[in-house]
Each structure stands twice: as C-alpha cells, then as structure tokens.
C-alpha cells in the first residue's frame, strides 16, 4: 500500500515541538539536561547525537510526556505537555509515534496484535484496526510474518515491527530512540530508507543516534548534546 495511503489524514494538527530553557534533574542530582531551548518545525526531519549518556533519551521522553521537566516548557503542537494532566496522555501520544531503544514488544502477543495493540487502545472499530495494521505491516515489510511471534524475527525485524506500531495510529510526529543501534550497516541503511519514506510525505522526524552513517542525509538537520547541554 502506498504510504500516502497509510498516512491520509495524518495532519490534522500542526507538528512542532518547542523547548525553552529546559532542565532535568532526576532523583539523586543526576541533571540529565541543562537549559535547553530548541524548535523543530512542522514536517523537518532532525537527527539528535551525542555520547552516551547525553541526554538524547531524556530529551525524548520529555516530548513524549513520560518525564516532565523540572524547569523550562516543553510543548508539542503548542500545547504545554509538562503540565498535562495524567487523563489527557492518551490524547497528546495518539499524535505520536515512539520507537524505544528497548522494543518493548509484547512477546505474549503475535507480529499483528502488537501492531493492533494501539488502535484497540484508542477504540477504533476491529475492521478499521485490521485495516491500519496490515497496511503499517506491510510498508516495513513484515505483513508476510503477521502470525509470528517477535521472538521469532530477527534484530532488524523486531525493529520494523517497531516502527510499524509507532506509525499505526498515522501520527503527526515520530520520534525514535536509537534506532539503529543495535543492527548492522545493512539493516541501519534499510531502517533509515523507512524513516526517510516518512519524511516526504510530511511527518514530522526526531531521531536519536550516535550512528555517524545515518547522518549523512541532505534533507535532516542535526543537533548535539554534550553533558545534557545542547550544542551551538
């Protein structure tokens, strides 16, 4: 299916994403981030580097509203996502797509209920899911391993069907947590090729890696943390 297809209607919100001045400091003293201010606009496509230990994952889940700063504002699609109420989560993460370093699939559960997973969440109907999740199955390439389980798929299928249930729900903006780490040179290129696909049909990209091989792409521009503080 074309991914045009997949993703009609994706853009019924603005994309942006907004921090000013922010600061994280976990339990501890451990200060994850250090007044950092960045935008991203609708539709671009940015790569975000640094050593481990950076502040490239903490930065991610600020966005995502899975940790909320101690200083500063962090909004998405204008909205002030550090303050959200817990009940309003699910309405901010049906605009996202996430893609954890760690998977987090559910090994219980078939290549396709992982998939559905999402959309039963936000109550679509079962013919609309089936729908939706075979079409994301297929643009990475997996719809002929939908009865599979994931512990059966190689690293580098694990991670499309990672990205597959990410762009289920046709979100406006997608963010991925070290992508590629853990694939070889050939598997990175293919993951990348995706991400790229995504891109041109407008949405909105940030990407996490320390891969010096994905960032040679033209269209993403590329920020750096240092010591949780970005870099100018």
Request: aromatic share 6%; with cysteine.
């Given at each position: 299916?074309p ?8 853009g ?63 909004l ?25 370093q ?89 993951i ?41």
């Open positions: 299916m991914l045009r297809e997949i993703f009609h209607g994706y019924s919100v603005i994309a942006m994403i907004k921090l000013n001045q922010v600061h994280k400091r976990y339990p501890g003293g451990y200060q994850a981030l250090k007044n950092v201010t960045l935008e991203i606009a609708e539709g671009e496509m940015v790569f975000l580097t640094g050593h481990s230990g950076a502040g490239k994952s903490t930065l991610l889940k600020l966005i995502a509203a899975i940790e909320r700063p101690n200083l500063g504002s962090v998405v699609n204008h909205q002030n996502v550090g303050v959200l109420k817990p009940r309003a989560l699910p309405y901010l993460r049906r605009n996202l797509g996430i893609i954890f760690d998977h987090k699939l559910l090994f219980d559960r078939s290549v396709f209920d992982n998939v559905m997973l999402p959309l039963q969440i936000c109550g679509f109907d079962y013919r609309e899911s089936h729908k939706r999740a075979r079409a994301a199955l297929d643009k990475v390439g997996l719809l002929r391993r939908e009865k599979s389980q994931p512990i059966a798929l190689s690293g580098g299928e694990q991670q499309r069907l990672c990205i597959a249930r990410a762009i289920v729900n046709r979100p406006s903006i997608l963010l991925a947590d070290e992508p590629t780490g853990n694939l070889d040179t050939e598997y990175a290129h293919e990348m090729d995706i991400f790229k696909s995504f891109h041109q049909v407008g949405v909105t990209l940030l990407i996490s890696t320390h891969d010096e091989s994905v960032l040679k792409n033209d269209d993403a521009r590329v920020l750096a943390l240092k010591h949780g503080e970005l870099q100018t």
